[in-house]
């Protein structure tokens, strides 16, 4: 009940954070693109929707830009706008004096910003679907997308995108725990983002954990084979960080 009180706690002090507004904004960002290209086209309509690849192509077209470079900014900017709550208002102390454990605060937070990450996932999957039904309905003469939707294989595609997300995450939530100044975590995140999308040409860029969102969507339009699982590395890297951030937080000296 404790964890769960804290928890409570922590969701609310995001709601009038920016973090809550790049989720929402970030969601349906790409969709909303994608919509008015297709209202504006609209001559194009009619084919496509009759297409027996529709759902797939609009889900390869969604994720293009999402996974390379919305994915991975918006994840280091929620994770750190989240974790520096407590440094923005300087209220470390206070959290501290209150009646639960270091441990709870700090998988508190921690589980904050994975739920966070789970409401982007829902809103950009309804942004996704909505981008592909509504210019149907506003179009006249055009049906709805002949080809079924294929949602067992989306539902399994967004697990892997979030896992790969998981590192991300870790290292974003441990700087920012780290460094009272805002800047910092967000200037590191940018620096491996930069260096992630450097090395994707590499055979070895895989061992930078900010690769993997941009290296599952190559891998799924067939423009990369690695030799690794990159899933079970990226929620590799996410407990190891997980567990050094834990340790760092715990053992620092000067909390806040």
């Not at 504006?40 to 084919?47: D, F, I, P």
């Not at 830009?65 to 919305?70: G, K, R, T």
Request: hydrophobic share 55%; net charge positive; with cysteine.
């Amino acid at each position: 009940m404790q964890f769960i009180y804290s928890f409570q706690s922590e969701w609310l002090k995001k709601k009038r954070n920016l973090a809550s507004w790049l989720v929402i904004v970030g969601a349906f960002f790409t969709p909303a693109i994608l919509l008015i290209y297709s209202l504006v086209y609209s001559t194009k309509l009619y084919a496509a929707s009759m297409a027996p690849n529709f759902w797939y192509a609009l889900w390869e077209n969604s994720w293009e830009s999402m996974a390379i470079f919305l994915l991975p900014m918006g994840v280091i900017l929620a994770t750190s706008l989240i974790t520096q709550i407590e440094f923005r208002n300087n209220t470390w102390k206070q959290l501290h004096t209150l009646p639960q454990s270091m441990t709870t605060i700090f998988f508190a937070k921690l589980s904050v910003i994975i739920v966070m990450m789970l409401q982007f996932f829902i809103l950009f999957n309804i942004g996704f679907y909505l981008s592909g039904v509504v210019p149907c309905l506003l179009t006249k003469g055009v049906p709805y997308p002949k080809a079924p939707l294929p949602y067992q294989v989306f539902l399994k595609d967004n697990l892997l995108y979030f896992v790969a997300c998981l590192p991300i995450i870790a290292v974003q939530y441990l700087t920012s725990l780290q460094f009272k100044n805002f800047l910092a975590p967000i200037g590191i995140g940018i620096a491996l983002w930069i260096l992630s999308v450097a090395v994707f040409r590499w055979q070895y860029g895989y061992i930078i954990p900010y690769t993997y969102c941009g290296f599952h969507f190559l891998q799924n339009i067939g423009k990369v084979k690695l030799s690794v699982p990159i899933h079970v590395l990226a929620f590799g890297w996410f407990i190891l960080f997980t567990i050094i951030s834990y340790i760092l937080y715990i053992t620092k000296k000067e909390k806040g």
